[in-house]
């Protein structure tokens, strides 16, 4: 065993403290520089990435547009993280806590910003009306499993993904530690999914929005590369509710846009236009400009 870490009486920054992130880590907030936000034709602008809280976002808009809400179309614009591009003064002004997504909606008299995942999703959900149960009982359930998402998804990804996958090195006991916490979060879910077909009840809502894109791709052996680690496969329900889910055509749509990693034809980096998704994906992008 290693030398045990000793505290120091006061704390300080060392900015090169390694990990794979460690670049963009920061224990200040604020832009780092001058950067305005660009703006499309629509009420309704986006900055994120493709990430598991960007995709919660760009799925549940897909799901209002093939509802058939006009409203709910969008510009989204993506926001390179490991660039810095969530430190500009444009992106800080919409999100002090320079994280993605970011909403800013421009249809009302002065445009709104919204931030935090779960608050643009509730945002949305309540603005045009879906995916949220109007019953105070059953809204409150899914509430419930909304925020069960906020609080259970760091574990996952800044405890387990990090230790796992991105730490500079391997230490057994913070990944057993947090390999424990996330096998438990999923045997909670296979339990309530063996209950009922969605997380809040009988109905599909934004409780399976914000939960599938981090517990669906951890399923789905697409997080961390831990499925195998995890015996992911092993949770009978929760992958029948993953796969459910993974057949939307709004979700295989969500889950394309602000992409900028994986397959070609899965990556549509900027999206305004449904026709984006015919036209402007990474592999007819770069085929037209070889």
């Known amino acids: 065993m290693s030398k045990s870490y000793v505290p120091p009486k006061v704390w300080t920054w060392d900015a090169n403290n390694g990990g794979k992130f460690a670049n963009i880590n920061r224990p200040i907030a604020g832009p780092t520089h001058d950067k305005d936000l660009p703006a499309g034709k629509h009420p309704l602008q986006l900055y994120s990435l493709a990430t598991p809280n960007g995709v919660k976002v760009t799925i549940m808009l897909e799901e209002l547009l093939a509802l058939g809400h006009k409203g709910a179309e969008y510009d989204a614009w993506l926001i390179n993280i490991s660039g810095g591009d969530q430190f500009g003064s444009g992106f800080v002004d919409v999100n002090p806590n320079s994280k ?150 709004a979700v295989i749509r969500g889950r394309k846009v602000n992409r900028a990693f994986g397959p070609l034809k899965d990556q549509l980096r900027e999206r305004h236009d449904a026709s984006d998704f015919d036209k402007k994906t990474q592999d007819k992008i770069e085929t037209a400009e070889s």
């Open 100 to 249: 993605i997504p970011a909403l800013v909606d421009h249809s009302n008299e002065t445009p709104t910003r919204v931030f935090e995942s779960a608050s643009i999703m509730l945002y949305l959900a309540e603005k045009f009306g879906e995916f949220l149960p109007k019953d105070p009982m059953e809204r409150t359930e899914t509430m419930s499993w909304v925020f069960w998402l906020t609080g259970s998804a760091p574990y996952l990804g800044g405890g387990f993904g990090h230790f796992y996958a991105y730490a500079p090195e391997k230490f057994e006991y913070s990944i057993n530690r947090f390999s424990m916490e996330v096998k438990r979060q999923m045997d909670v879910l296979n339990y309530r999914l063996g209950e009922t077909e969605y997380l809040g009840g009988s109905e599909y809502s934004i409780a399976d929005m914000v939960t599938w894109p981090w517990y669906g791709a951890l399923s789905q052996g697409k997080l961390y590369e831990a499925g195998a680690f995890l015996d992911v496969a092993s949770y009978k329900n929760l992958q029948r509710w993953t796969d459910q889910i993974a057949e939307r055509p």
